[in-house]
């Protein structure tokens, strides 16, 4: 059923656009990507909402987009918060999943840049329990 949503990815407390968008490019072998001039999505029934940018699939927008919303931290140093905004309905994706993948994948290529900045680590490992495990040496 159609339903426009605003989902706060509560993990995704300090969002850098350029890595985000590295993350989408690499969703399901590449077919996403993000249009940073389509400032709106449109769900059914004419609902509109005002984004940052609009995810595509194979250059098509989706009725899906991304907001970041810059939050002033206690050590007054300003982070972008994600706020996935838009329409599920027809898309193929699942609000839920979606969401779930973003902060999973977001963290992981987070970390693996941080850990290799330091020359400490290889590639993480997905296990078949869908855990995913980084191997630090020193």
Known sequence: MSQYVK??????????PSL????????????YDLN??????????GITGDVDCVLTKKGEPLSIGFKFTPVRAQDGTVKRKLEIRGDFWMTGLTEEKFANTIRQQYQVMHLTRVVHQNQVTQKPVVRQDGKIVFRVAA
Do not use: S
């Open 7 to 16: 989902v706060q990815c509560e993990v995704l407390d300090d969002v850098r």
């Open 20 to 31: 985000f968008r590295e993350l989408i490019q690499h969703l399901d072998g590449g077919v």
């Open 36 to 45: 940073e001039n389509l400032k709106q999505v449109k769900a059914y029934g």
